[in-house]
């Protein structure tokens, strides 16, 4: 690989490349390349030189993203941060149409808003999602502040969701509802989603027991309710799913949309590594059904069992006896 001297277009003064942005050539001179320190952006034939003479606004905003991520462009570019590297990422992980409107336009409701659900909220913020309400009564305690990345000692005391609220609307600019208080039966249910224009639930609560509560007034607050997430811990396993995009997915009164296991031996702990693990994985396939209407949660359970290191996608099996799910 050859180095070309850089080039007086690279100054940042003139909207170009950062200024220790180099073009090389491939040894058999049939590929050209902008590298900045180990990261090399290849293009075929002269493209790479025509983009060296002339500036990266020949590019379509997929390929200028790229040059963003590898943090080549002055910072006036014109890439808007953030935006084109999440079309990079949801091209890749969404090939196809997809409808960005439709995730953009989504109400997450985050109950639950701890370790994992602010995780998951952050994230999907950072993706591009736009409108969330946050839900949950805990208060932010000195031994939270290992795992909520939203948190510093001076919050201590504060409610976990106006704390979340402040975080998420100053780094990301964010629309959020903030409730500071556990939402339990039909009326509170149906009080939250009247507040929602296009609601998506995550149910991060630690508790297995009052996602089910909250599932089952979730069932009777609307005729027809709207998609969910369930994300947790079971026993040994982080846990994401299933994804209920449509009731016939799970149903939340046989027990198959919160699983509860009682286990003696190694229970998964709340830490920022599990919490991050599960949150990446859950917010991809959120990502996934709102922009295509599919996803590999749909009816399954995916587990990953920390002791061992395996995963599982388990389908959901609804009891035979269910008078709600069953004929």
Not at 7 to 28: E, I, K, M, N, W
Not at 146 to 164: H, M, Q, S, V, Y
Not at 275 to 293: D, K, M, P, Y
């Amino acid at each position: 690989m050859t180095e070309h001297m850089q080039s007086p277009s690279t100054a940042c003064g003139q909207a170009q490349f950062r200024t220790d942005v180099r073009l090389v050539h491939a040894p058999d001179r049939k590929r050209t390349g902008l590298q900045r320190g180990i990261r090399v952006v290849w293009f075929p034939d002269n493209i790479g030189n025509l983009v060296w003479d002339h500036g990266p606004e020949l590019l379509g905003p997929e390929l200028r993203a790229v040059l963003d991520d590898a943090d080549m462009l002055c910072s006036n570019e014109g890439v808007r941060p953030g935006s084109d590297r999440n079309a990079v990422f949801l091209t890749a992980l969404c090939p196809g149409p997809r409808d960005l409107a439709r995730f953009k336009e989504t109400d997450f409701v985050i109950v639950g808003c701890g370790g994992l659900g602010s995780q998951i909220a952050i994230q999907l913020a950072a993706l591009g999602a736009r409108h969330f309400m946050l839900i949950d009564g805990d208060r932010i305690e000195a031994s939270n502040l290992n795992r909520l990345t939203f948190a510093t000692a001076a919050d201590i005391g504060l409610p976990k969701t106006e704390t979340l609220k402040g975080y998420l609307e100053l780094r990301f600019g964010v629309s959020v509802q903030a409730l500071s208080e556990f939402a339990t039966g039909a009326a509170a249910v149906q009080a939250i989603l009247q507040r929602t224009r296009l609601p998506f639930l995550v149910l991060a609560g630690d508790d297995a027991h009052l996602a089910r509560r909250f599932l089952r007034a979730h069932h009777a607050a609307v005729s027809a309710p709207p998609p969910y997430l369930h994300v947790g811990y079971v026993g040994a396993h982080c846990m994401a799913g299933p994804l209920v995009a449509v009731a016939e997915d799970a149903c939340p009164f046989c027990g198959s949309a919160a699983e509860i296991i009682a286990d003696a031996g190694f229970v998964a702990p709340s830490a920022l590594a599990n919490n991050a693990l599960i949150a990446g994985f859950a917010v991809s396939q959120i990502a996934i059904e709102r922009l295509t209407r599919r996803s590999v949660l749909s009816g399954h359970r995916w587990l990953f069992d920390l002791q061992t290191g395996r995963t599982q996608l388990r389908p959901i099996l609804k009891h035979p006896e269910c008078k709600v799910c069953q004929p």
